[in-house]
């Protein structure tokens, strides 16, 4: 059962449902695959933890390195 849901953040601040992955490493490489604009923030949120992350596409290279 995948528990962490990934949304897009419009820039009225409003939220759009992605999808959803199985862990934190397959969502991160949900929001590259979709290649919006490096300032396109992302919500990746883990309904089991109920943890929140923050992301913006120009910050993912960070995030998939460690």
């Known amino acids: 059962m995948d528990a962490i849901d990934v949304f897009r953040v419009r820039p009225d601040g409003s939220i759009v ?20 604009d490096p300032s396109d923030a992302f919500l990746i949120h883990d309904s089991q933890r109920n943890n929140t992350l923050t992301v913006r596409a120009d910050e993912l290279a960070t995030f998939l390195t460690h």
């Open 17 to 36: 449902w992605i999808g959803s992955a199985d862990s934190l490493p397959t969502a991160l490489k949900v929001i590259k695959a979709l290649k919006g």
